[in-house]
């Protein structure tokens, strides 16, 4: 998690510039005239859903690994995550935002480094903590989908070499063993692991890894840091540079956590969440498809062999260059983010493209389990939202099996390395009395799943 600074906003790809500059930013006024409300109907059954995480709401996670290098010197994180917006207090108060929203699913994480404090002990007190969000969702006739990794570990498995460590796949299914049998019966459904392969996303891309190699130096030597402090040969976190090193362990992880849920609950629907960025061609003979396959190849293999469907993870798209005939621009949008440097572009088509690749690459159904917009401007995501269920829906047309839609998030919060500064939420947050308020694109986003229409 530590680089998700640059995973998220930037990209150096020899050439990319030339992307950039291709469709200007438009203003509010040229906005295009909304559609009519509830022509695109949704399936019956669609989830209408907000994303969480337990380390970016609920605060003082001490016990976490990455808390432990937040208060590190050196550290890559601008900012400690601290009190974030004390959710560990206010679930109920998030819960009911959310249904009041007019959502009927809630997404978010069950804190590994509570609920086994120490390796080998599991806290009944802190099971007994999420049992209550998920009754409160129950209550609010709120379906839980419940991620069981979400960035954060116990510090006691970073010590131990986190991902690195041979035993890491069998702790993590231990761990969702326990939760499964404790809490499984209530929950709608399961993630394992969140963006397992988040790191690699962008390094997939030619030139794509000399970008982050100043990144990796910081987060190396934060970690190495970390390892002397702790007086252990290796700590590590997601946000090491090593992850094609803890890959087969997190596979492996997925695999062994998917059969202890199934085991505990089979009927409880359960796979795994990937961050895909839609991969375009800018020019013909452009890379892109060498450059989904290494980004998502080893993932879908997985998921083929464990998962019941899988959740797309869906910010932007990338148009890669390549050594033909350039491909014509892409039409202009309103509010559509490219002002950066590097060409990474918060199209809203991105959400249909890369629910279908992913549903071709699985054969299984997809589920939307975050996508958003990293804004201030909050008429850019009540613009966004629909446009972007525009796109999931016209996949739902082209046969693609989509089981619901998360918006991420449903409140600002603690955006890793990034601090609290990036607002990604249909409410923000006071960070001095946690008050919540709802932005106008919660009342967008909850007039679609009302009427289960865009
Ligand atoms: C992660 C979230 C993160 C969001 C926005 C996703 O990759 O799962 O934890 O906050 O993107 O950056």
């Not at 998030?94 to 978010?108: E, H, P, Q, T, V």
């Not at 231990?174 to 394992?192: I, S």
């Not at 890894?209 to 970390?226: E, I, N, P, T, V």
């Amino acid at each position: 998690m530590t680089d998700i600074t640059l995973d998220r906003r930037a990209l150096l790809v020899a050439g990319s510039a030339a992307l950039v500059g291709t469709e200007a930013v438009l203003s509010p006024a040229t906005a295009a005239a909304p559609m009519r409300a509830g022509a695109l109907k949704f399936p019956a059954g669609f989830r209408w859903g907000a994303s969480t995480a337990a380390h970016q709401i609920e605060g003082n996670n001490t016990n976490s690994d990455l808390w432990f290098l937040e208060n590190l010197n050196p550290s890559t994180f601008v900012e400690r995550s601290g009190d974030a917006c004390d959710s560990y207090h206010r679930f109920a108060e998030d819960i009911a935002m959310l249904a009041k929203i007019g959502l009927n699913s809630y997404r978010f994480s069950v804190e590994w480094a509570r609920i086994e404090p120490t390796r080998g002990q599991f806290s009944l007190a802190e099971l007994d903590y999420y049992r209550r969000v998920i009754a409160t969702c129950r209550q609010h006739g709120i379906a839980p989908a419940v991620t069981f990794f979400h960035g954060s570990a116990p510090r006691w498995f970073g010590e131990a070499g986190g991902w690195l460590n041979p035993d890491s796949a069998g702790l993590f299914a231990r761990f969702c063993d326990k939760v499964a049998r404790t809490l499984g019966a209530d929950m709608a459904c399961a993630f394992t692991i969140n963006e397992p392969q988040v790191n690699e996303v962008f390094r997939a891309i030619p030139g794509g890894g000399d970008y982050f190699r100043k990144a990796d130096a910081a987060s190396l030597a934060m970690h190495q840091a970390a390892a002397k402090a702790l007086n252990v040969p290796e700590f590590h976190s997601s946000g090491h540079p090593d992850f094609l090193r803890a890959r087969p362990n997190m596979i492996a992880g997925h695999e062994q956590g998917y059969a202890a849920i199934k085991a505990a609950h089979g009927k409880l629907p359960t796979g795994v969440t990937l961050s895909v960025t839609d991969f375009q061609p800018a020019n013909e003979d452009s890379p892109y498809r060498e450059v989904r396959e290494a980004a998502y190849g080893h993932w879908t293999e997985a998921v083929k062999r464990a998962g019941d469907f899988t959740g797309v993870q869906s910010y932007r798209m990338i148009r890669l260059p390549g050594k033909g005939a350039p491909l014509p621009p892409l039409p202009d949008m309103p509010f559509v983010r490219h002002d950066d440097p590097v060409g990474n572009m918060s199209r809203p088509e991105a959400v249909g493209n890369t629910l279908e690749y992913i549903w071709r690459a699985t054969g299984k159904p997809v589920m939307m389990t975050e996508n958003g917009l990293e804004t201030e401007n909050d008429a850019w995501r009540a613009w966004y939202i629909p446009e972007a269920l525009k796109s999931l829906h016209a996949a739902i047309g082209r046969g693609v099996p989509v089981m619901g839609y998360f918006h991420w998030s449903l409140i600002d919060n603690f955006e890793w390395t990034r601090g609290y500064k990036p607002k990604f939420g249909l409410a923000s947050v006071d960070r001095e009395t946690f008050k919540r308020t709802l932005k106008p694109s919660a009342a967008v986003l909850g007039g679609i799943a009302r009427a289960n229409a865009v």
